[in-house]
């Protein structure tokens, strides 16, 4: 397993930007990462995903064209730049790794898939 970080939440109003980073440890290229998030009351939701080169990317409607998610296996770190933020973003955002040899995004989109998460953090947007 690998032991996961996030950083870069805050407090955003609606339409501005955040970037949120998560640095990991361990062999960080073996793993597919994905980023989830979760809002008071409600369920862990699936937010995007990239693979292990960083080749492949899959995101969920509602962010598709205002999130993008990128890795540098340099620096062990995956990324989620988040723009045109809206209220109904407003969540704990988590980083999970899943040690895949396939990228399936379908498979990849389920958290209960993955082997290791960050402990979160929280992305407020005001309206």
């Known amino acids: 397993q690998v032991q996961l970080v996030e950083f870069g939440g805050g407090l955003v109003q609606s339409g501005g930007s955040l970037r949120l980073s998560c640095a990991a440890s361990?062999?960080?290229?073996?793993?597919?990462m994905g980023w989830f998030r979760q809002a008071p009351g409600k369920e862990r939701e699936f937010v995007a995903v990239?693979?292990?080169?960083?080749?492949?990317?899959d995101y969920a409607d509602s962010v598709k064209g205002r999130f993008t998610i990128s890795r540098d296996n340099a620096l062990n770190t995956v990324y989620l730049q988040m723009s045109s933020l809206k209220p109904e973003d407003t969540a704990v955002y988590h980083c999970?790794?899943?040690?895949?040899?396939?990228?399936?995004?379908?498979?990849?989109?389920?958290?209960?898939?993955?082997?290791?998460w960050g402990q979160g953090t929280q992305v407020t947007v005001s309206s």
């Open positions: 990239i693979s292990r080169s960083g080749g492949s990317t």
């Open positions: 361990g062999t960080f290229s073996s793993y597919a």
């Open positions: 999970a790794a899943e040690r895949t040899l396939r990228f399936d995004p379908t498979r990849l989109r389920v958290a209960a898939k993955y082997d290791s």
